[in-house]
């Protein structure tokens, strides 16, 4: 069988570790940006009642018109932009390789950043271009942007706007010139859009090669799978195309209308995680041997200066606390740890598991 796969298989996939989930059974799941609070009971009630009357033998609308809806009225979609829905935001970033992509296409985004841009483009045989963010701040390195523009030709360069797993956002005249500049689509990745102001969703239009994708996950619906990617009509009718038919399932479909249709309720959860963000910061700050980097993300991102985050991510979980372990994965993350904002109590086990680990 071995010499069927070494055959068979393509060499990049062979090469690739699968993304890994860790399992988080009985821990206080602070690494994955998952919004923490659950639904009152009204609500699940509600829920419920809809889910009984789901018609789980019939195929779930093609195009899901309510969750359109929905968002539009929910998100405030401009009127003339349109929308495409995705598995995920995950699976959106996998249909615009699969809509722009061939071999010798390339992707382009900024490192460290969101590591499904490369992985999608590897699974879609295209190249990726990671150009490095500026230390210490993680800032962009716009002449190196402009100048990898140029050189690489990408058909598609990703923005996350604030970034993954760093936290910032980057000046907006800064992702202006990237947009005017870059010879392909530009997708600013708003995943984090509940926990910023800042945005490009009512500039959309004002440039031909610009398209947001969000996702309802952060907000607090991460188990729907559900993300969604607007822009000018000419493009998303093309992206479209290549959608699986039914790829929202009819319980997503439900679950998605109707959490969209109580936005004060995510709006207080996610202005709750805002509160909680500034006081995890402060008190991270007050750590000896702990660098906090400013987040506008429901995480943040911290440096152990004095080295130890292998011992230190091991410890939490040994007390509980699952955070996400970034030592290894890029140069400029070297004894990094990223931590979810969790419920104030959540956050205080993590504090005092980390200050004894310290
Ligand atoms: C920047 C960014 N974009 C997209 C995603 C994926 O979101 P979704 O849950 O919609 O697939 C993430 C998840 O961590 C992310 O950090």
């Given at each position: 069988?071995?010499d069927?796969?070494?055959?068979?298989?393509?060499p990049?996939?062979?090469?690739?570790?699968?993304?890994?989930?860790p399992?988080?059974a009985?821990?206080?799941?602070?690494?994955a940006?998952?919004?923490?609070?659950?639904?009152?009971?009204?609500?699940?009630?509600?829920?419920?009642?809809?889910?009984?009357?789901?018609?789980?033998?019939?195929?779930?609308?093609p195009q899901?018109?309510?969750?359109q809806?929905?968002?539009?009225?929910?998100m405030?979609?401009?009127a003339d932009?349109?929308?495409?829905?995705?598995n995920?935001?995950?699976e959106?970033?996998q249909?615009?390789a699969?809509?722009?992509?061939?071999p010798?296409?390339?992707?382009?985004?900024?490192?460290?950043?969101f590591?499904m841009?490369?992985?999608?483009a590897?699974f879609?045989?295209m190249?990726?271009v990671?150009?490095p963010?500026?230390p210490p701040a993680?800032?962009?390195?716009?002449?190196?942007?402009l100048?990898a523009?140029?050189?690489?030709q990408?058909?598609?360069t990703?923005?996350?706007?604030?970034?993954?797993?760093?936290?910032?956002?980057?000046p907006?005249?800064?992702?202006v010139?990237?947009?005017?500049a870059a010879?392909?689509?530009?997708i600013?990745?708003?995943?984090?859009?509940?926990?910023?102001?800042s945005s490009f969703?009512s500039r959309?239009?004002?440039?031909?090669?610009?398209?947001?994708?969000?996702t309802?996950?952060?907000?607090?619906l991460a188990g729907?799978?559900?993300?969604y990617?607007?822009?000018?009509p000419?493009?998303i009718?093309?992206?479209?195309?290549?959608r699986?038919?039914?790829?929202?399932?009819?319980?997503?479909?439900?679950s998605?209308?109707?959490?969209?249709?109580?936005?004060?309720?995510?709006?207080?959860q996610t202005?709750a995680i805002?509160?909680e963000?500034a006081?995890l910061?402060?008190?991270?700050t007050?750590l000896?041997?702990?660098?906090?980097?400013?987040?506008?993300a429901n995480?943040?991102?911290l440096?152990?200066t004095?080295?130890g985050?292998d011992?230190?991510?091991?410890?939490?979980?040994?007390?509980?606390?699952l955070v996400?372990?970034?030592?290894?994965?890029h140069?400029?993350?070297?004894?990094?740890?990223r931590?979810?904002v969790?419920?104030?109590?959540d956050?205080?086990?993590?504090?005092?598991?980390?200050?004894r680990?310290?």
């Open positions: 069988m071995h069927l796969i070494a055959r068979l298989v393509r990049e996939i062979q090469e690739i570790r699968a993304y890994h989930v399992e988080a009985g821990l206080i799941k602070l690494d940006m998952e919004n923490p609070y659950p639904w009152p009971e009204e609500l699940q009630e509600e829920w419920l009642e809809l889910l009984r009357c789901a018609e789980i033998n019939r195929y779930p609308h899901s018109p309510a969750v809806a929905a968002l539009r009225a929910a405030g979609i401009p932009m349109s929308l495409v829905l995705g995920g935001s995950d959106l970033i249909m615009l699969m809509t722009v992509g061939g010798g296409h390339k992707v382009m985004s900024l490192d460290p950043g590591v841009y490369r992985m999608i590897t879609t045989g190249g990726y990671g150009v963010l500026r993680f800032d962009l390195d716009l002449p190196a942007v100048d523009l140029e050189q690489e990408p058909v598609l990703y923005i996350a706007y604030p970034n993954n797993p760093t936290g910032n956002l980057f907006a005249h800064e992702v010139q990237i947009i005017e010879p392909g689509l530009v600013l990745d708003e995943a984090y859009a509940p926990f910023t102001d969703l959309l239009g004002d440039w031909p090669n610009l398209l947001v994708m969000r309802v996950s952060k907000m607090g729907l799978r559900l993300g990617l607007t822009g000018p000419e493009w009718e093309q992206i479209d195309k290549v699986l038919p039914y790829n929202i399932n009819a319980l997503t479909q439900a998605a209308t109707l959490a969209l249709r109580h936005p004060a309720l995510f709006q207080a202005t805002r509160t963000r006081c910061f402060t008190a991270l007050a000896d041997g702990v660098q906090p980097y400013p987040s506008e995480f943040i991102l440096r152990l004095q080295g985050a011992r230190v991510f091991a410890g939490l979980k040994e007390r509980g606390v996400k372990n970034l030592h290894g994965a140069p400029l993350l070297a004894e990094c740890l931590v979810t969790g419920r104030p109590e956050d205080d086990a993590f504090l005092a598991a980390l200050a680990l310290l």
